[in-house]
Every structure is written in C-alpha cells, then in structure tokens.
C-alpha cells in the first residue's frame, strides 16, 4: 500500500482527536499566539489529570510524546531532520514497510550555509516545513548549528559554519521558511556538541567570553529573531551538568535572558537526573525504549517517578504544568490541532528548491588556467574517476538519513549534462575502513586518464551507506569523528598518479567539510568542493563543470592545510581528554585564529571563485544617528559572464585593550551581476555589532575607539578598507 496521509493520521488517532479538539475550544486554522491562546491552553491544563501531564512530558513512542484523547490533544510528532523528512520509522526503530517516506532530499547543513543566501535558507525551510507536514509530523528536527571548531567532527557537515554571523543569518530563514509551513522547527543542540566520540558525557568548558561570542549567538538569533518553537538539549556537559539540564544554559540564558516562552525537548536519551531535568527546565524528554535491559517510557526520567515527587509534595504541581503550557503552546503556534494545508512532498517546486541550493552551494576552491568551466563541444572524452562519482549519499550519517525519490550522482549528472562526451567510469580506490593505496586500481585509472581530454576525480569524505552500518566507512556521520583530516582509502595517492598521468584533471571533493590537500594542490589546476548536494547535487555539478551555472559559493568554514593548524589540535584539545574539553582557544575559532595568528590556510573562511570577476570601489561609511553604521560600496563584474560576488564585511579594532580577533564577519551581502554590471551594495550594521563580550561586567561592552571596516570576497582578500570612530 502507498502511504496516505489521512490513513496515517487515522492510524496514530489525530484525526478524530483533532476534530474534537476543533469543536471544543472553536478552534481557527493557523498558527494561534496571545493571550487568548494561552486562556485556552490554561483551561486545559485545569482539565487534566496528573497522569494526563507526565504522559505528556516524555516520549511514548521512537518520536512521539502523547496527547490527551479525552481532550482531544494529539501526540506531538517529532521527525528528523536537517535536510529532509526522516525514513519512517513509526513507533519503533525499524524502517516502516509500505509506506511512501521518499521525498525531498535538500543539500546539507554545511552547503546551506556555503550559498551566503539567506533568502535560501527561507525557501530550504519551506520545503522541509511543507513536506513535514505532509508527513503529519509537528516539529522537524533541524536546523543544527553546533560551531566547527574541528574538521574532525563527524556531524559538520549537517552544521553550518565556524562563524556565528553567518550561522545566524542563515538559520533565521530556515527556521521561519519552516515555522511558515505550519510545522516547528528545533534548533540543535544546545550547546558545545562539537565532538561525537563521546557525546554522550563529555564536558565542555570554555569562557564565558567565547560562550556568549562563539557558541551562543546562532541559538540567540533562533530565539530571538526567528521565534523557533522549539530547541533540543545536547548529550553533553556543560561546566559540569549536562546541558539539557543545565540551570547556567535553559534557566538562566534561554529561559531567563532570552524569554524564550517555547519547549526544550532532549536529545534521545539525554536526560540523566530528574530532580536536575524539572528543575533546570527540560520540558519533554525524548529517548527509545530499546535500551538494554529494555527501559519502559514511563520509566523515562521525566515518567512515573515525577508523578511520586509531586504526589509528596517534594515538587509543586505548577512545574510540571509549565512544561505542559510550553508544550501546548507549540501546539497552538504551528498547525498541530487546525490543519492549515496539507503541505506538498517532493514536488517539482521543492525539488527545484534542493536544485537551487545545491548550484549556488558549490565552491570553485582553484582555477589555474581556467581549466574550468570545461567546454563541452571541445571535449570528446572524460575519465571519470573515484567512487564518490557514482556513490548516493541521501541514506547514510545517522539521524538525519532521507529516502531520496531519486539521487543524481555527480557520475550521473555529467553523463545527463554532455551527450557528445564518452565518459569512462573507473572507481579508484576501494571503499573498506583503513584501506590504503591499491596500485593495481591506480595504475588502472592513470591508464584512463592518459587516454582521455580531461580526467576528474571525484573523492573525499562519505557517509556509512544507511543507519544500521553508520559506523561502517562513516567519516561523515553522527556518533563518530573523522580519524584524520587526510584522505581516506588511498585517494591521496591516486590523485597525485592521475594530476602526472593528465595535467587537465579536475578534483571534485565531496563531504562535510576540510580536507588535507597538502599532498597534490600545487600540481592540480582544478578544485571544487561539492559537499553532499542532495538529490540534484550531480546534476547541479556538472553544471558548474561545465559553465551553465557560474559558480557563487563561498566557504563557510576555514579550509586549514593540515590539521596540526587547528587551534583546537594545535592545543591538544581535540577530543576532550578524560571526559574533559577545554576550549582553550577560546574566541579564536577558524579564521579568527587564521587571521589574528597569521597562520596561512589553504583556503580561506568566505574564499569561493568565480568565472567571472569582480572590483569593489568606493567605500563609504556613514555614522548614522541611531548608532548604526551604513558601509556603501560599488561592486562591477569585470567579465564576460554574469555572475553572483558575496560581499563580505569585516570588523577590526585598531590597538584594542582586550584581546580581540584580527576580523569579524559582521555583514554580508550576495550580489548578482550582469557581466559589466555595477550595483551599489549597502549593509547596515547596528550598534551592537561592534561590542565584545566583557567578562568582568559579565555583560556585552564597547570599546571606544577607532575601528576599521574592511570589505572583500573572503576574510583574506579584502579589497576596501575605511576607519571609522565609534
Ligand atoms: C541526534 C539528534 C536526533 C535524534 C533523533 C540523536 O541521536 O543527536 O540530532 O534528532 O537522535 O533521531
């Protein structure tokens, strides 16, 4: 039987139970705040049983938490999450049989954030908001935004940057594209879940310097700007407690300074303490019964245990009746009880989303001799080499695995984009854990390549193939770090035979982020990153290869030469060591440290090429009077082509008194220009954006003085600079 949806509904008992609910409380279509709303969601607290809210505080099922039918309240239906819906899994762990759960599969995280395009981000959440709902789930796990301090996390690249600007701005429009849907978005995981190896009880300390400018700014926009509905608590510690019952982070930060008003869910099986889990704000605790010996949902923390401490009155009722009130409140905000629309699944308009995202995605990393764009009626023949060329991706990494209607390979989209060309796929190495050089499969590709006009090779990092072997071959994926920031199976070798073999080779990386190229980038003339595009990520690559899209991403994390650079390596201080991580580095995180250390990286925070090229002319500065600063400035494309720049906006603080990073990304714009086009780009940057966080005042503080604004295409290729006194 295909999937239905109102059969689904039937199923899980919402349909009845949202039409009593409708009656009962004359219930309109849409989202519904105020305090009318919050009339009615005290009335319904008043009507229920104790029982009736500690089922509704911890998970009844893999991603549900119960409703009250009685009530007519639903269950909240959770689904993974950053680039797509979730395969099913209904209410255990095992794939759902028969059912239709193929659907949109977007770029990742990391290519989100490498477009630069807010607007993007919007359309990105949109699609997942709309199919979420399609698939009658309340809230989607994403977007995850944990800083990348290491190459080496297995989760980067469902992350979206080192910088926090850039994260902000990016997910403000992937949370309300997905809010706008009618579905909650919930934003992962607060906080410091930068390593996976030990997750699940590591301790992260840091300052409080590089909390506030670091790690927390992404999930204060999430709050702030975006209004998420929901946000989930990481596995970790945080000085000492673990953060989704962490008084410092939900109490006092989110709850307190934030006013955030939604509902923090755990990570699955993150809560470890009840008293610390009702008193240190985790309002629904979310898990799987499968753990051995089997754990039952109301043994959960938050399960029957909280009804014998209220019943003795060790903790007043009205605690638990706040998480309750959150969690309805989600309810009320997104489409839960009053289906506004039934949201669309993998249609033609959200999988041109995933198209859009993944072209404007692509970082054209080197160009010597402009081997790129290739020209496809000069070419006869291409070697295509490495099996990353002809690998899916949709399926593996962990949690945020997505059942792709279809999955264009890059092998696939440059066979679809060039008739005329005779393609030769040849593997290169072999996909086994550990697996080093094969001579006998090198020596087979660099005979290819010697035959052919052009060779590419298609490597870098992979996901395991699907979540039962997620630890198989699984560099990029939840649960696991990367062991190294090289090459794995040989490629390092394979690249350097087939560069000797055919100077027109182009290398084309596929992962989660940085790889050491030290071996082969001096002799290669071509090198595109291409992250993990989503569906359409083939066909989009061959586009860029072969020039009907003129590349505009950008790096959204530093690519450092080796991994001896990182601060966090270069420290000792990755992973944490003895259940402890120290981020000695502190705010000196990517570029940040690049730029301050004057450590050259091989590619540059913000660096992406383009077939085009571009002047910036004319800086200006205006302090405006509500203490705002407007930098103008003129960008031309000089070439032939038509082509996006991204306009970066840095601070600098001249002779500073603190110790502060060389520059700080505080603004950005992407501009699309006809080829001789000008246009005047304006970014406005407000007062705050020039503070530091002042550790003795534990409070934001700005330091008088001269400040420099420097505008350019990467954090190292600035192309304006202008002083100004604030
Ligand atoms: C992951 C979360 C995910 C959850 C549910 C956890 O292991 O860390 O990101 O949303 O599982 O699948």
């Given amino acids: 039987m295909l999937y239905d949806k109102n059969c689904y509904m039937k199923k899980h008992g919402r349909t009845a139970a949202l039409l009593l609910f409708a009656a009962l409380l004359g219930n309109e279509a849409g989202a519904q705040t105020g305090s009318a709303t919050e009339t009615k969601i005290d009335a319904l607290i008043k009507k229920m049983t104790l029982q009736e809210k500690v089922n509704m505080i911890h998970a009844n099922s893999s991603f549900t938490s119960a409703g009250v039918p009685r009530l007519g309240i639903p269950e909240l239906v959770t689904s993974d ?12 762990w095992a794939d759902a049989k028969n059912v239709n759960d193929s659907g949109t599969y977007l770029p990742v995280g990391v ?17 997942l908001g709309s199919e979420a709902k399609y698939r009658g789930k309340d809230v989607i796990l994403g977007p995850g935004i944990n800083i990348m301090r290491s190459p080496l996390n297995g989760r980067n690249f469902e992350y979206q940057s080192e910088d926090p600007f850039l994260i902000s701005k990016m997910v403000v429009g992937y949370i309300k594209g997905v809010q706008s849907e009618g579905t909650s978005a919930c934003i992962k995981h607060f906080m410091g879940n930068n390593e996976e190896v030990d997750r699940g009880t590591v301790d992260v300390q840091m300052s409080e310097r590089a909390l506030r400018e670091i790690y927390l700014p992404g999930f204060k926009a999430a709050v702030i700007e975006a209004d998420v509905n929901t946000i989930m608590g990481a596995y970790n510690k945080f000085r000492g407690q673990y953060c989704t019952h962490n008084a410092y982070l939900v109490n006092k930060i989110l709850k307190g300074e934030w006013g955030f008003k939604g509902l923090l869910m755990s990570d699955w099986g993150a809560v470890h303490n009840t008293m610390e889990a009702l008193q240190n704000g985790t309002d629904l605790e979310m898990g799987s019964d499968i753990a051995n010996p089997p754990m039952k949902f109301p043994n959960f923390f938050l399960g029957d245990t909280v009804l014998t401490l209220v ?26 009880f009053s289906k506004s629309s039934p949201g669309e699944y993998g249609s033609e308009a959200h999988i041109a989303t995933a198209k859009k995202v993944a072209e404007e995605s692509i970082v054209l990393l080197k160009n010597e001799q402009h081997i790129l764009p290739l020209n496809a009626n000069n070419i006869n023949s291409i070697a295509v080499i490495g099996a990353n060329a002809d690998r899916k991706n949709s399926m593996g990494g962990g949690s945020s695995q997505v059942k792709a209607l279809y999955e264009i390979t890059p092998l696939q989209g440059l066979k679809n984009a060039a008739k005329n060309i005779s393609f030769n796929y040849i593997q290169g190495y072999k996909i086994e854990r550990d697996a080093v050089a094969d001579q006998a499969m090198i020596n087979e590709a660099v005979e290819a390549a010697k035959k052919v006009d052009v060779a590419i090779v ?11 072997k997620w630890s198989d071959n699984a560099y990029d994926a939840e649960g696991t770090d990367k062991p190294d920031m090289k090459m794995p199976f040989g490629q390092d070798a394979l690249i350097k035979a087939v560069v000797k073999a055919n100077p027109n080779t182009i290398v084309v990386l596929i992962g989660g982020g940085p790889i050491d190229m030290t071996q082969w980038i001096g002799d290669t003339k071509g090198i595109i990153e291409a992250w993990y595009g989503g569906m359409e990520g083939g066909t989009a690559l061959a586009e860029v290869i072969f020039g009907t899209v003129n590349p505009s991403g950008k790096l959204p994390v530093s690519f450092p030469k080796v991994l001896e650079d990182v601060p966090a390596h270069k420290l000792g201080d990755f992973p944490g060591k003895n259940g402890v991580a120290v981020y000695r580095e502190d705010i000196f995180v990517g570029y940040r440290y690049y730029d301050t250390y004057k450590i050259e990286p091989q590619f540059a925070f913000g660096h992406g090429l383009s077939y085009t090229d571009f002047t910036y002319k004319n ?25 996006a720049e991204v306009v970066q906006l840095y601070i600098h603080k001249e002779n500073s008194a603190v110790k502060r990073a060389e520059k700080e990304l505080k603004g950005f714009e992407k501009v699309l220009l006809k080829a001789g086009e000008s246009k005047t780009v304006s970014i406005k940057l407000p007062k705050d954006a020039f503070k530091y966080y002042n550790e003795t005042k534990m409070a934001w503080d700005m330091e008088p003085g001269n400040y420099t604004i420097e505008l350019g295409g990467s954090s190292r290729s600035i192309q304006l600079r202008k002083g100004i006194v604030r």
């Fill in 619 to 643: 800086l200006v500065l205006a302090n405006n009077a509500d203490g705002t600063v407007t930098a103008m400035a003129t960008i031309t494309n000089t070439g032939k082509v038509a082509g």
């Fill in 81 to 92: 999450g950053p680039h797509g819906v979730r395969v099913e899994h209904g209410r255990g």
């Fill in 111 to 127: 290519a989100l954030a490498a477009t630069w395009n807010p607007s993007l981000g919007l359309a990105y959440g949109k699609v």
């Fill in 311 to 336: 019943r003795s009155g060790k903790i007043p009722e009205s605690m638990i009746d706040d998480k309750v009130r959150r969690i309805l409140r989600v309810m009320f905000k997104t489409s839960t």
């Fill in 458 to 468: 298609v490597g870098g990092w992979l996901h395991g193939y699907d979540y039962s």
